[in-house]
């Protein structure tokens, strides 16, 4: 089942998490890097890891971008939950970083999960090609910087005061840098280092990515937030454009259905070996959380 298998990859990432962060001082802010760490999904940290076995990279090597994209995942929510930005509680059904310890502490904790991130796939051991290893880190500062996931958010944020809402081409160029960029950072990080082409999992992980977000505000509408897990921002839903609002709920549905039979189809020069980024793409618009 594709659960077990997303469980299964986000535990050998939270132990080299472990392992990684194993030399580091006896302190709050290291404990909360953990905790922001594990409990979630672990979907793109999975995404890297079948990304390199799809190109027979040995997974040793995958653990480190896997590891490195849950770091940064990880600082993104806890920076986002903060008071200046959502003024969330919860997540994944636990008190927020700055709920359990405290303002001070969840920044320093991101701005530590994003350097972890950066360290993780700058070193040696993650592949020996300094090459490679600029550019997977070259490619993770676009993705998660002011040309990716920072510009999603501050776009967002500028949105919430705009007083007019978002078209639907304004919403996608958003979604795109706040969380597709490190989705597709996630699929493309294997192929990198792999060294291989990297246009079939681009069209696969800019469709995932955009299915993704559409099946995040069909479960803001639908789902019981507060008891899956889900933040549930103290301004969430307040008259901001998703797209559920702009599309309709059916058409958004429809809308996420053709983007994973399309991404699906974006793998086909891969064959049957990539069913199992095929089933990643389903859950994606399945999933209950
Ligand atoms: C603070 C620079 C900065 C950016 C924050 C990612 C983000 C940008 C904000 C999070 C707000 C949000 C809920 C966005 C919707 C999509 C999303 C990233 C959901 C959380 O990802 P999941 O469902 O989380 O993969 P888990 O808990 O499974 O890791």
Redesign the pocket.
């Known amino acids: 089942m594709f659960s077990d298998s997303l469980g299964a990859g986000a535990q050998r990432v939270a132990a080299h998490f472990d392992a990684m962060t194993a030399d580091m001082a006896d302190l709050p802010v290291i404990h909360a890097m953990r905790y922001a760490v594990v409990?979630?999904?672990?979907?793109?940290g999975w995404l890297v890891l079948e990304g390199a076995r799809l190109h027979d990279v040995s997974e040793d090597r995958a653990l480190w971008p896997a590891c490195a994209i849950e770091a940064i995942?990880?600082y993104?929510?806890v920076?986002?939950d903060l008071p200046c930005?959502?003024d969330d509680d919860l997540?994944?059904g636990q008190p927020t970083v700055h709920r359990k310890w405290d303002e001070a502490t969840a920044v320093l904790a991101g701005d530590a999960l994003q350097a972890l991130g950066f360290e993780l796939v700058s070193d040696p051991r993650c592949h020996p090609s300094a090459e490679v290893r600029a550019d997977l880190t070259l490619s993770l500062a676009r993705a998660s910087g002011a040309r990716g996931?920072?510009l999603?958010?501050a776009l967002d944020m500028a949105a919430e005061t705009a007083g007019t809402p978002l078209t639907l081409e304004q919403i996608t160029t958003l979604q795109a840098g706040?969380?597709g960029a490190?989705i597709t950072w996630s699929a493309l990080a294997g192929t990198r280092l792999a060294q291989a082409d990297l246009a079939p999992l681009t069209a696969y992980a800019d469709r995932l990515g955009l299915a993704?977000?559409i099946a995040?505000d069909i479960l803001d509408v639908e789902g019981d937030a507060k008891t899956v897990?889900?933040?549930v921002g103290k301004d969430k839903g307040r008259g901001k454009a998703t797209f559920v609002s702009l599309l309709g709920l059916d058409a958004a549905k429809a809308r996420a259905d053709q983007l994973v039979t399309e991404a699906c189809d974006a793998l086909a020069p891969y064959g049957s070996r990539a069913d199992t980024l095929r089933e990643a793409a389903r859950f994606v618009i399945s999933r209950r959380?």
């Open positions: 409990g979630g999904k672990g979907l793109r995942h990880a993104s929510l920076h986002d930005m959502d997540r994944r996931m920072v999603g958010q706040k969380t490190l993704f977000q995040d897990g889900k933040a959380n």
